[in-house]
């Protein structure tokens, strides 16, 4: 019942007067932060990467609906990074409520902005972690990815070497928010080759800058931005 009422409240949102809505942009699915600096060259290396890791190929599904298969894949994506002095849970609240505003349309009734407010914080938001920022091996990764020709990711686990002795016991916070077009949109206006987003935003603090290979006590922002196209059987 939860989840209908959900999707009631964001197709509300997308399509006050009950219409089928044409697809977001990224934007208006996770606004970019105005209280955070863009990085151009942080993100350009950041979508080398992610394109020669194969993440574009990763992101794909797959829904019911009815008698309907929805398979879904990306076709596209773009990387885009901020960086800010505000800490990660002063982030995270003002993810919280930018989400929030932009999403509550007028007049929304309390219960059901009692609901958006569970939907953002259960399902579009992850909680806060901490771990190691040196999980892995250094020396077993840079063997796996020279072996395989991969050489976007060398450059950064040089760099992290460089900074061994500031990161190897260092732990950092992270969290996600994650939000899935599809998610938003009536499931009877999907159709085959209908275009949609999948926006995946990572932050942290502290972390690595790559450009100049140093550790940055502030937090960083960054999102991966999936074209999807839908298939439907």
Same mark, same amino acid.
């Given at each position: 019942?939860?989840?209908?009422?959900?999707?009631?409240? =964001?197709?509300?949102?997308?399509? #006050?007067?009950?219409?089928?809505?044409?697809?977001?942009?990224?934007?208006?699915?996770?606004?970019? #932060?105005?209280?955070?600096?863009?990085?151009?060259?942080?993100?350009?290396?950041?979508?080398?990467?992610?394109?020669?890791?194969?993440?574009?190929?990763?992101?794909?599904?797959?829904?019911?609906?009815? /008698?309907?298969?929805? *398979?879904?894949?990306?076709?596209?994506?773009?990387?885009?990074?901020?960086?800010?002095?505000?800490?990660?849970?002063?982030?995270?609240?003002?993810?919280?409520?930018?989400?929030?505003?932009? !999403?509550?349309?007028? /007049?929304?009734?309390?219960?059901?902005?009692?609901? &958006?407010?569970?939907?953002?914080?259960?399902?579009? =938001?992850?909680?806060?972690?901490?771990?190691? !920022?040196?999980? =892995?091996?250094?020396?077993?990764?840079?063997?796996?990815?020279?072996?395989?020709?991969?050489?976007?990711?060398?450059?950064? $686990?040089?760099?992290?070497?460089? &900074? &061994?002795?500031?990161?190897?016991?260092?732990?950092?916070?992270?969290?996600?928010?994650?939000?899935?077009?599809?998610?938003? *949109?009536?499931?009877?206006?999907? *159709?085959?080759?209908?275009?949609?987003?999948?926006?995946?935003?990572?932050?942290?603090?502290?972390?690595?800058?790559?450009?100049?290979?140093?550790?940055?006590?502030?937090?960083? $922002?960054?999102?991966?931005?999936? *074209?999807?196209?839908?298939?439907?059987?």
């Amino acid at each position: 019942m939860k989840t209908i009422l959900y999707l009631i409240i =964001f197709v509300f949102f997308f399509s #006050p007067a009950g219409h089928s809505f044409g697809q977001a942009t990224p934007e208006q699915l996770v606004p970019f #932060p105005d209280f955070a600096t863009y990085q151009p060259e942080m993100s350009k290396l950041a979508l080398e990467l992610s394109l020669q890791m194969d993440d574009l190929e990763s992101m794909h599904g797959s829904i019911i609906d009815g /008698g309907r298969h929805i *398979r879904y894949e990306s076709v596209d994506m773009d990387v885009r990074i901020y960086t800010t002095s505000r800490s990660i849970h002063e982030v995270r609240d003002l993810y919280f409520d930018m989400m929030l505003q932009t !999403m509550k349309p007028e /007049g929304m009734p309390p219960d059901a902005l009692d609901q &958006l407010e569970d939907f953002l914080e259960y399902e579009i =938001f992850y909680e806060i972690e901490e771990q190691l !920022m040196l999980d =892995f091996d250094l020396d077993l990764v840079e063997s796996y990815y020279r072996e395989a020709g991969l050489t976007a990711i060398l450059d950064w $686990i040089t760099c992290y070497r460089e &900074l &061994l002795p500031e990161i190897e016991d260092k732990t950092a916070e992270s969290f996600v928010i994650e939000v899935n077009e599809l998610q938003l *949109r009536r499931p009877d206006t999907i *159709r085959d080759g209908t275009n949609f987003y999948i926006i995946k935003v990572e932050v942290e603090q502290p972390y690595v800058n790559v450009v100049d290979c140093r550790l940055v006590e502030e937090t960083l $922002i960054i999102y991966n931005i999936y *074209r999807m196209v839908a298939t439907v059987e």
